[in-house]
């Protein structure tokens, strides 16, 4: 039975071949991008195992095992962050750390290779002096999260780290990697699954279905010679596993090419390690022996009609019209988002379980809502139909939009993801976007933390004379200020020597300052001149006995004068818990993170459409083929060619824009519920760009419904009227 079942496969000549091909390529994509997909989210654990130890969580320690004073902080170089760890041994048996042979003494650190070919390749003031002593090694890349990794361990004494906000003993270091909430690890499949895996099943099935009636019939002629149901739907399956088979076998091949892609994209921040992006050995069977038992089991699934009867293919009517039931998931998720504004759970963990099942639940329910939101457009195309080709594909859109919606679902899919995506992250970078101009790549801030610094101490003389630096400024803690006031104490002498600032009213000696000078509304676009502060009711006397709170230096500009004064102040206060930076670098992580989604979401439009383009190509073409007798039936009653053009073009173009439309206003609803409810924002619209990807991809899409027309023209003549 296999083997006639493969001869049957090519038995109906280039048409079954290419059959066999489109889904083979199907197949084999979706092979490489599920092993990806699961690659994916194994290194991102790898990833976090990998740089466990760095928090210094407590673990168990052994017997004879001396303490150590552990302080992990971060730290900035040219505005990437990095991590600083400082130890300080209290005896000879401290703790083992993974990727160092030994803790650093006094004098000494250990950093990873990317740290090491910074510290050699920038001046010693800017990087290297940070670092007091000398290299004692480079931690191996097994303790490290990426090749990319800022890293140091920096041994000082055990008063010196004791001084460092948040230090505490370890008599041993936990190297066990955090467990990563499920439900995080949820959002990130369905993220990926949902946005890029569904154009690909889409696509699968569309090809599944390619000349989907010559076969059914075919199959229920053998039925009428004797073939058991039994035998039919094995040979359906051997035809469908055969090129699943076939196409998980090159998707193994291409593989290799899809991971040393994501390991050369810093998804996280940090690019993976190629050894880390792998399936592991169930997921390289599960998915291997998975994909063509699936495609058999949907094969035999398909022949359900030949199973029931063989007269059951003929016996084709028109399906019920889908309900406006389908509507439901859809209302659901979105009431779902909507229950959590003003209701929003304290925990990063509560708030993924609180919004991932509405997302989820509106994406599913937009693939649910498809067919009926196409029949609802065919029926407004009809009402409105003033000519032949219009009422044709209306009629026909009306009696099968189950099948007219399958093919551009993908499409559908990917607009909502990434109308959400371009909702939420444009609303954030609007609301927490940097409005300050060069002030705020020019203006250095050091937060003492409460750390009550007297004025005498700030060393301000030692900071003025690093080469770049334009001003020091001292500000003093506003003891007093309330919730709408100015958190900090300038004196005006200090702010008259730095009109770009603002100024002080005439006859006051201090003045209510922001921390960097400039402050924090939205809408302000910098100090000047004309920016007044108001007045501290402070006194000499009392300004003399209020500690620094923070201090401010002046840039000329240049990267390397930042990087100065940046080495120059963490040496003078060495036990800083916030590293002194500018209101850029400050935004660096959250813009991160926003870029990140960005890519996340351009990544899925562009991979997205395409694919879903392959499938409207395949199914467009399968209608015609399918259909080239009554065409040409059409063709020989005086129906012009430009007519069946016409049914073939609406019959594509119409549940597409109409989707693409619901889509997309679904999308933005869904994230202004998810902004009110998380941010309390109000939902921004969309920059331009948003408006010319969605236009171009819509424009990839018809223009490829228009590359299938010129079939039209070599199936319908009058031969095939003769010969069906």
């Known amino acids: 039975m296999i083997r006639f079942g493969l001869r049957l496969t090519f038995a109906g000549g280039r048409e079954a071949v290419l059959r066999f091909v489109v889904l083979a390529v199907a197949v084999a994509l979706g092979t490489a991008l599920l092993l990806s997909t699961v690659a994916g989210v194994r290194a991102l654990a790898a990833q976090s195992g990998r740089g466990a130890w760095m928090r210094g969580a407590p673990a168990a320690g052994a017997p004879g095992v001396d303490p150590v004073v552990w302080a992990g902080r971060e730290d900035s170089f040219e505005g990437h962050s990095f991590w600083r760890v400082d130890v300080g041994l209290k005896g000879p048996n401290p703790p083992a750390v993974p990727g160092i042979a030994r803790l650093p003494e006094p004098g000494e650190y250990y950093v990873t290779r990317a740290l090491h070919d910074l510290i050699v390749s920038r001046p010693y003031d800017q990087l290297a002096a940070r670092f007091v002593g000398r290299e004692a090694g480079i931690i191996a890349d097994s303790a490290v999260p990426s090749r990319d990794s800022l890293v140091a361990v920096v041994g000082r004494t055990p008063g010196e780290v004791g001084g460092i906000p948040r230090a505490h003993e370890v008599t041993a270091v936990s190297n066990e990697a955090p467990a990563i909430p499920v439900a995080a690890l949820d959002l990130v499949l369905s993220v990926v699954a949902g946005g890029l895996l569904f154009p690909i099943f889409v696509f699968i099935g569309t090809a599944t279905r390619l000349s989907a009636t010559r076969r059914e019939q075919r199959f229920a002629a053998m039925r009428l010679v004797g073939a058991t149901p039994r035998q039919v739907i094995q040979l359906a399956a051997v035809e469908s596993a055969a090129a699943a088979v076939v196409g998980t076998a090159v998707g193994l091949a291409l593989f290799p090419a899809f991971r040393q892609a994501m390991a050369a994209v810093p998804l996280t921040g940090e690019r993976f390690f190629p050894e880390d992006l792998s399936p592991g050995a169930l997921g390289f069977v599960l998915i291997v022996l998975g994909i063509p038992i699936g495609a058999a089991v949907a094969a035999g699934l398909a022949m359900r009609r030949v199973r029931i009867s063989p007269l059951g293919v003929a016996r084709q009517v028109t399906p019920k019209p889908p309900r406006a039931w389908r509507l439901i998931p859809v209302v659901a998720g979105l009431a779902e988002l909507a229950y959590f504004i003003g209701r929003r759970p304290e925990t990063s963990n509560g708030q993924t379980a609180a919004f991932l099942p509405g997302f989820l639940l509106v994406m599913v329910g937009l693939v649910i809502a498809g067919p009926w939101i196409t029949m609802a457009g065919a029926r407004f195309l009809a009402r409105r139909a003033r000519r032949l080709p219009t009422l044709v594909a209306a009629r026909r859109l009306a009696d099968n939009p189950q099948g007219a919606f399958r093919a551009i679902s993908g499409v559908m899919l990917a607009l909502f993801v990434v109308s959400v995506a371009t909702g939420v992250i444009g609303t954030m970078r609007y609301e927490r976007g940097v409005h300050y101009g060069d002030l705020a790549a020019t203006t250095l801030v050091q937060y003492m933390g409460g750390s009550g610094v007297p004025v005498a101490e700030a060393r301000t003389d030692r900071l003025r004379a690093v080469p770049g630096v334009t001003f020091v400024v001292a500000l003093l803690d506003n003891t007093d200020d309330g919730a709408a006031s100015p958190s900090n104490i300038i004196a005006c002498a200090d702010l008259a020597g730095i009109p770009q600032y603002g100024r002080c009213a005439p006859g006051v000696e201090y003045a209510q300052i922001w921390g960097n000078l400039v402050g924090y509304d939205r809408d302000r676009t910098g100090g000047g001149p004309s920016t007044g502060w108001p007045a501290a009711p402070v006194t000499r006397d009392q300004a003399a006995a209020l500690p620094v709170d923070t201090l401010v230096l002046g840039l000329d500009g240049t990267g390397a004068a930042r990087e100065r004064a940046r080495t120059a102040m963490e040496l003078a206060f060495p036990d800083y818990e916030v590293p002194p930076m500018t209101d850029v670098e400050r935004g660096s992580e959250s813009r991160g993170q926003m870029a990140l989604f960005e890519r996340l979401a351009d990544v899925i439009m562009l991979f997205s459409l395409p694919i879903a383009g392959c499938s409207l190509a395949v199914s467009i073409a399968a ?51 998810f902004l009110r409810a998380q941010l309390h924002y109000d939902l921004r619209a969309p920059e331009w760009s948003y408006y010319a990807l969605v236009a171009a991809g819509l424009a990839v899409s018809l223009a490829i419904i228009a590359s299938t027309l010129p079939l039209l023209d070599r199936v319908t003549g009058p031969e095939t009227a003769r010969n069906e």
């Open 623 to 673: 209608g015609i083929a399918e259909r080239k007798r009554p065409f040409s039936l059409l063709r020989l009653t005086g129906v012009p060619m430009r007519a069946l053009r016409a049914v073939v073009a609406l019959e594509s173009a119409v549940p597409l824009l109409a989707v693409a439309v619901v889509a997309a206003g679904i999308g933005f609803a869904a994230s202004l519920l």
